[in-house]
């Protein structure tokens, strides 16, 4: 009796075959272990982790939240501090232009009731004669003097005298009477009569007091510059010149006047523009 013996013989291919077949097989039947092991897990740990979560989606909310009640917080503190800052600034100048107006209307007011009205056209005239014939060179005119015609009778005489004479600060000062700032040739009859006090001075001590007002604050640079420069800058310079014959009676007339001279600097300094010599109506 022969016996048949069987041998297997492997190949690779049914190896690997037979391999992945075994990996499935336990791959299924172990699945249905596993999920429930992993619902077994779940319902051991879910409800922690659900409140965990649930709590750290609370705290990520309020977070949220407060981010965007301090963005909003912020945003409108800047708003109202801009608002407040621009109601501020037209405030300010509202009160600017206001102020100006004030001084304005103050400049003109004073010129008109204070000066106009008490400064004669020809005393004006007077002091522009005056402060011509105190330039030096002119018929050898000595520093600190001004040039004047004398009458003696019927007879003109050409003479000089100290500039400080016309600030006399007693009685009605100065006196032209008998005396010409022009050759005889062009005297006009009316310019010297009836002067009840010396022009020169008067003049001087209305300034003074206009800037006192000026350098206070009541009154407009531009305005007083425009209108009265040019003769406060002549009074100063008159001023000035008593110091080149008698420098203690110039340091007088600078405290005296001390108004007028500290507003000729300021003016001199402002940009405003100006006229050449003032006219008064």
């Known amino acids: 009796m022969k016996v048949l013996v069987w041998r297997f013989k492997p190949r690779p291919e049914i190896i690997s075959g037979m391999v992945v077949s075994l990996f499935y097989v336990l791959k299924i039947r ?30 990520t909310y309020f977070q949220i939240a407060e981010s965007i009640a301090v963005i909003s917080g912020v945003i409108i503190a800047v708003w109202t501090y801009k608002s407040q800052v621009k109601q501020v600034n037209l405030q300010n100048e509202q009160v600017k232009s206001d102020a100006r107006q004030a001084r304005q209307n103050n400049s003109f007011a004073i010129i008109d009731k204070l000066f106009s009205r008490y400064i004669k056209e020809s005393e004006v005239e007077i002091l ?16 600190g003097y001004f040039l004047v015609y ?27 009477k008998d005396l010409s700032l022009v050759s005889p040739d062009e005297i006009v009859g ?19 007091y206009i ?14 510059k425009y209108e009265l420069g040019p003769l406060i800058s002549t009074v100063s310079y008159l001023i000035n010149r008593v110091g080149d014959n008698n420098p ?7 405290e005296r006047f001390k108004h007028l001279v500290r507003l000729n600097d300021a003016l001199s300094r402002h940009p405003g523009p100006e006229i ?3 006219v008064m109506d």
């Open 190 to 208: 009316s310019l010297y009569e009836n002067l009840e006090i010396s022009p020169i001075r008067k003049i001087a001590e209305h300034l003074n």
């Open 211 to 224: 800037s006192y007002e000026c350098l206070e604050g009541s009154l407009d640079y531009g305005i007083i």
């Open 30 to 59: 172990r699945e249905p272990w596993t999920q429930n092991n992993k619902s077994i897990n779940s319902a051991l740990v879910s409800k922690p982790i659900k409140e965990a979560r649930s709590l750290e989606k609370i705290t």
């Open 128 to 143: 522009e004669l005056f402060s011509g014939n105190t330039y030096e060179g002119i018929y050898g005119l000595k520093p």
């Open 248 to 254: 203690e009676e110039c340091r007088e007339l600078q």
């Open 276 to 278: 050449s010599f003032a």
């Open 150 to 176: 004398k009458r003696k009778g019927e007879n003109w005489k050409l003479s000089q005298l100290p500039i400080s004479d016309v600030f006399i600060p007693f009685g009605s000062g100065f006196s032209f």
